[in-house]
């Protein structure tokens, strides 16, 4: 993840995917992101969807590395 990214704004983008129950971004002592971050979607489609999006997806000159933890 972009190190300037928070959890609202990492809810916000897989909004586009499909609902999100919670976001969260790994912090670092010094309150930035440790770049990696988790994301529940309330479905195993939303999920997929999530995947298919935005595995490869540049954001802020950033490729995102999406993969499913558990369906």
Known sequence: LPYRVRWQDLKDLFRRAG???RA???LGPDNRSRGYG???LATAEDAGRA???F???TWQTRTLE???DRM
């Open 24 to 26: 969260d971004v790994s």
């Open 38 to 40: 988790t994301v529940l």
């Open 66 to 68: 999406v993969r499913p």
């Open 51 to 53: 995947v298919d999006m």
């Open 19 to 21: 609902t999100v129950l």
């Open 55 to 57: 595995n490869g997806y």
